[in-house]
């Protein structure tokens, strides 16, 4: 009789911008974990040359953004898909590879982000030979952020508008710069 093995993790918002899921904790902005998310279970068709669907295997993640395949098989190579919740923003760093049987997958698993056949958004882990339990096996996403603010004429020097004095200032162009991280 062959071992059955199972294969599990998280989808959540990496608010603490880690790469690492650290529910709960992590400062004043902890991780969150996002719930009904879609993760697919694919399987590697040496005969298709490509990772096709588990038919019926796919999990909208829990409450606590956990999600869990069972009774798969150590003979077949599988890839894990996390279709991009709504609300949020792709975070391909984030993406983690966990452990088999207790050994980090290393080298033998890669992450994807837009593979062929994917939305560019779509992120996938490939390459999961299961010859134990696979746990922690992360897809981490961000939320969006905007920046706002008034120009205004700063009468008394305050460094905030505190006074009818402090009028607007209609016309201004504001230019962000910096470095965009996604």
Do not use: K, M
């Not at 490509?50 to 038919?55: L, N």
């Not at 077949?76 to 966990?98: M, Q």
């Not at 490939?126 to 205004?152: A, W």
């Not at 009028?167 to 201004?172: D, E, F, L, P, R």
Request: charged residues 15%; contains cysteine.
């Amino acid at each position: 009789v062959q071992q059955r093995v199972s294969l599990s993790g998280y989808v959540f918002a990496d608010r603490t911008r880690n790469d690492v899921y650290l529910p709960g904790g992590g400062g004043p902005n902890p991780d969150t974990p996002i719930e009904n998310a879609r993760v697919e279970l694919l399987e590697w068709d040496a005969g298709a040359g490509e990772y096709v669907p588990v038919p019926g295997a796919f999990f909208d993640t829990l409450a606590d953004g956990s999600y869990q395949f069972t009774g798969l098989s150590p003979a077949n190579t599988y890839a894990l898909r996390e279709l991009l919740p709504a609300g949020y923003l792709s975070l391909a760093s984030a993406v983690a590879p966990g452990d088999i049987g207790g050994v980090p997958c290393g080298v033998a698993c890669s992450v994807q982000t837009g593979a062929a056949g994917d939305a560019a958004s779509t992120d996938r882990i490939e390459g999961i030979r299961l010859t134990g339990d696979g746990t922690g096996f992360n897809f981490g996403e961000t939320v969006p952020v905007s920046v706002s603010g008034v120009v205004f004429f700063d009468t008394d020097n305050a460094g905030s508008q505190n006074n009818a004095a402090d009028v607007g200032i209609q016309g201004v162009a504001i230019v962000l710069t910096g470095t965009d991280d996604l």
